[in-house]
């Protein structure tokens, strides 16, 4: 923030702001005006539009209190220029009147009033902040939302691949199991092959046996 000297040399540059104060506006001038604090803000580098505003009124509340009652103000000087917009161009002009002369119920009336708006606008600032603060909580919520939600995500899909896992597990040994049973049943049918070779060979050995024995029984029979 500006020190107040800069900011008052700063300020008179800028009429449509420092002759505004004692009107009440529509709401459309209001909003041009709080645009015009905004804009006053941005040019001159300051935090924002609503605590540039704050700051002159401070300032001014402070002059209007040199004014009325002599408090030490020290830029008493530099804010001559507010003397004839405070009481209006056809009551006080350079050369028609002194301090002294100043109407004291007319700056009374001023500074009642400018009081008035000022803690309005302070009523409004800490709104505007509570507001944000709010704001914040609901990014805050949301955001935690979004990581329980995300991590619901990343344990379904942790679930899924795991029984995807289990499945690939069970096809595997489905495939191992059904792997064996072809190797068994080629294992039998080779058995049975075996079986069947062997019980001819055994058929074919015995009816040889008999055959031969048919032989000598008949070769004994004509020896007699």
């Known amino acids: 923030m500006k020190a107040d000297k800069e900011f008052i040399l700063t300020i008179q540059l800028y009429p449509e ?6 009107r009440r506006f529509e709401d459309d001038e209001e909003n041009r005006l709080t645009n015009l604090w905004t804009q006053f803000a941005k040019e001159n580098n300051l935090k924002s539009g609503l605590a540039a505003e704050m700051k002159w009124r401070q300032l001014v509340s402070k002059y ?15 804010m001559q220029f507010m003397q004839m917009n405070l009481l209006g161009q056809e009551r006080l002009s350079d050369d028609a009147q002194s301090d002294s002369e100043i109407d004291v119920e007319e700056l009374k009336n001023i500074l009642n009033s400018y009081d008035d708006i000022s803690a309005e606008n302070e009523i409004q600032s800490i709104a505007a902040k509570d ?14 939302q979004n990581s329980d939600e995300l991590h619901k995500d990343q344990k379904c899909e942790l679930l899924i691949a795991e029984e995807s896992s289990e499945v690939q597990a069970n096809l595997g040994s489905l495939k191992s199991y059904h792997n064996d049973g072809e190797t068994k049943n080629r294992n039998n049918k080779r058995k049975r092959h075996s079986n069947d070779e062997l019980n001819k060979a055994k058929s074919k050995k015995k009816s040889e046996l008999v055959n031969d024995e048919e032989s000598n029984k008949i070769q004994i029979t004509q020896c007699h």
Do not use: C, Q, T, W
């Open 64 to 78: 209007i209190s040199f004014l009325l009652y002599g408090l030490p103000f020290s830029y008493e000087r530099e």
């Open 17 to 22: 702001l420092y002759k505004a104060y004692k």
């Open 131 to 144: 507001n944000n603060v709010e704001s914040k909580n609901d990014n805050a919520k949301r955001k935690m």
